[in-house]
């Protein structure tokens, strides 16, 4: 019988009132308050994005923060999420602002991983420099003890398993890997099976969640404001599981739900319809 799975409580499942990319992202939910929802849930750890990590940085600094996630219980944190790692200009040096933060955060917190998005603004940046750019990042993560995955997202140019392998595989460090989210593999059009085509040593994070068949409004509208929590949806979850255990993945799974609908839950209630239907996708694989 496999192990019982490890479940995340990724940043916007449990953040809030707040949207991505839309001004301040610091949740308005306290974080101690996150952190023992999510424990009590069932969830291993929780998921921090850079503003929320300043904000509570400058409220109760490092030290606290990881004291109110240990004191919950929690043994797992990631960072998020890193845009313009491979940029330059204005748009590099705000990167280089929050990666620092980041880099300094996953230091004082222990954290699993950064996650980093590709260029959301379509430049044509060529994998040869995505490639070295990454290996940059990845070693200065090395240096504090964590490791960096690249995020699979229709809505940038790393769209597809092909460009975000040869990227990682071009950066050639033992740190850098691939996050799988089925929410992009299936509004990517990219076959779950295909996941058997990644080596496994670079499949380093999968996140779970689910969505109507077809796509609402533009695709960032869609996956900001319409995901569903798993089962409740048309993405096949199961399935999706199934493919990734056949890789021998064994790691952990982030639970990523952004919807208007879960925002607006209390966060135990987030966490909890969160946690429990993820688990029961899982028991349908078992079954």
Not at 77 to 85: G, N, P, Q, R, T
Not at 144 to 173: H, K, L, N, Y
Not at 179 to 207: C, K, N, S, V
């Amino acid at each position: 019988m496999a192990a019982k799975p490890r479940l995340v409580a990724s940043y916007f499942t449990l953040a809030g009132q707040v949207l991505p990319l839309e001004g301040s992202m610091a949740s308005p939910v306290d974080l101690k308050a996150r952190a023992d929802a999510a424990a009590r849930a069932g969830f291993i750890g929780i998921g921090l994005e850079t503003d929320d990590v300043i904000q509570w940085r400058d409220r109760i600094g490092f030290a606290g923060m990881k004291r109110v996630i240990r004191d919950a219980g929690l043994d797992y944190v990631e960072v998020e999420a890193l845009y313009d790692w491979f940029a330059t200009g204005d748009r590099r040096a705000a990167s280089d602002a929050k990666r620092q933060v980041l880099l300094q955060a996953a230091d004082e917190l222990g954290a699993a991983q950064i996650k980093a998005v590709g260029d959301i603004h379509f430049g044509g940046t060529p994998i040869s420099r995505l490639g070295e750019e990454f290996g940059l990042l990845c070693r200065e993560a090395a240096k504090v003890g964590t490791q960096v995955t690249i995020e699979i997202f229709p809505g940038s140019e790393i769209r597809d398993i092909a460009s975000a392998r040869g990227i990682v595989e071009a950066a050639g460090e033992p740190n850098g890997g691939l996050l799988i989210d089925i929410w992009h593999m299936a509004r990517g059009g990219i076959p779950y099976e295909d996941i058997a085509t990644i080596p496994p040593a670079l499949i380093r994070h999968i996140e779970v969640d689910d969505a109507d068949r077809e796509l609402v409004g533009t695709i960032f509208e869609d996956t900001i404001m319409r995901r569903r929590l798993p089962g409740q949806g048309d993405l096949g979850v199961p399935h999706f599981l199934r493919c990734v255990r056949e890789t021998g993945y064994d790691g952990a799974y982030g639970i990523e739900i952004l919807s208007d609908e879960h925002r607006a839950l209390p966060v135990e209630e987030a966490a909890r319809v969160a946690f429990d239907s993820t688990m029961a996708q899982f028991a349908l694989i078992e079954a």
